[in-house]
């Protein structure tokens, strides 16, 4: 046989060997984590495997104290609460969620994996054909708390202290301590063991509105909390007051505000008794929105149709607020009329000074021939020669 015929040969059994030799049994990279959950709340497992070929993923159920009796899991189950997203790739990746959790929910979850080409054939045993591993959730009833309704601040005229009110009044276990939250950020010395809790806006203004919660903690339960909205109309804190920019370069104003909800922003410009809203389909101007702030940016600005005043209007539920920037736009000739005007200033004055020597008058013109005063006479001589003929007369 031909040397390269045999060399071929080789080559391709190898290839043909390739896929068994490289060939992985199903294994684990990240398992489900046990939780504890209150009802109402929603949970999410998350199961990642390695394998080759890339193994299969299965969810599967089983009741608080029946663990001999699973269940599998599907997408759209429990009413459309549950949901399964899978995804295969080098490795294989799957999250279970379930929402709006109840007491049923509770029990243990197990996440199986296998890459066995018998893991679907009946007559295998699973146990041997599915790797598994198992996250036990715990659904406790969510602790009754009564709080204040939402509470509106009136900014427009005098303004009394506002004060929120928690009461803690079921629980599954007696709570750790409570505090008092703001945006999702603790507020600073109001942890306390009180099941009622209160907290005071001495003089509210448009920033003191925002999300309030009550947070109820607990040693081996999830956090309770409930929701207060303290709600204001948007107030403008910042904005330029003025643009100026050259044609052709680029121009940016901004507004930011205070307020809650979260305004809705429009940028409009005022064309006189009317306006005219802006947006981002013209391909020079692009609007920014982000909570309570807004930014407008335009591009290539044009001397003639650019310039005016822009007005930034903020609006929620409860009202709304504007203010104006006024944008200048300078000819591409502006960083010269400095240098323009001192040049104007010299040339000015070189024909003031042309001018007033064309015009002297000629007896202004000293003649280097003319004596240049009254000639001088010597008088003490004239005296002593008068002297002397008075003596020769006598």
């Known amino acids: 046989m031909h040397p390269n015929a045999v060399m071929l040969a080789v080559v391709l059994l190898g290839n043909l060997m390739l896929p068994f030799a490289s060939a992985q049994n199903a294994g684990f ?10 009802t109402g709340d929603t949970f999410e497992l998350y199961c990642e495997v390695v394998g080759n070929p890339t ?13 001999d009796s699973f269940k599998q899991l599907w997408d759209g189950a429990r009413k ?7 995804a295969y790739g080098t490795n294989g990746v799957s999250v279970l969620g379930i929402t709006r959790l109840t007491l049923e929910d509770s029990g243990t979850y197990e996440c199986r ?32 708390i009564n709080a204040s309704d939402q509470i509106i601040l009136p900014l427009d005229g005098p303004v009394k202290s506002v004060t929120l009110h928690c009461n ?29 809790r209160s907290f005071r806006i001495s003089k509210p203004r448009a920033d003191d509105s925002g999300e309030y919660m009550c947070v109820y903690t607990f040693d081996k339960a999830p956090n309770a909390n409930a929701t207060i909205e303290v709600k204001a109309k948007p107030y403008i804190t ?50 920014t929105n982000r909570d309570n702030y807004t930014e407008i940016n335009i591009l290539n600005l044009d001397i003639t149709t650019d310039p005016g005043i822009y007005e930034c209007n903020a609006t929620n539920v409860i009202g709304n607020t504007a203010e104006t920037t006024i944008l200048r736009v300078r000819s591409h000739l502006a960083p010269l009329w400095p240098f323009l005007g001192v040049l104007a200033e010299i040339i000015i004055l070189v024909v003031i000074i ?24 010597n008088s003490t001589n004239n005296h002593k020669d008068k002297n002397i003929r008075q003596r020769n007369t006598k």
């Open 168 to 196: 803690l009044t079921a629980a599954h276990t007696p709570h750790k301590d409570s505090f008092w939250m703001k945006n999702g950020r603790e507020i600073p010395n109001t942890r306390g063991e009180e099941r009622t």
């Open 113 to 144: 994996a296998s890459n066995d080409p018998r893991r679907n054939d009946l007559r295998q045993n699973p146990a041997i054909t599915w790797i598994r591993a198992q996250a036990t959730i715990s659904v406790l009833q969510k602790p009754k």
């Open 29 to 38: 990279v990240k398992s489900p984590l046990s939780e504890t959950k209150l």
């Open 354 to 377: 042309v001018v007033y020597e064309k015009r002297k008058r000629p007896d202004d013109i000293i003649d280097d021939d003319e004596p240049v005063g009254p000639a001088k006479t």
């Open 238 to 287: 910042g904005h330029k007051r003025s643009e100026n920019k050259n044609e052709g370069e680029n121009a940016m104003m901004y507004c930011k505000s205070v307020g809650y909800p979260h305004p809705t922003w429009t940028w409009r410009k005022v064309d006189g008794t009317s306006y005219k809203d802006i947006d981002n389909s013209t391909g020079r101007f692009f609007i």
């Open 55 to 67: 193994p299969e993923i299965q969810w599967w159920y089983a009741e608080v104290n029946r663990a």
């Open 80 to 86: 459309r609460r549950v949901s399964i997203n899978t």
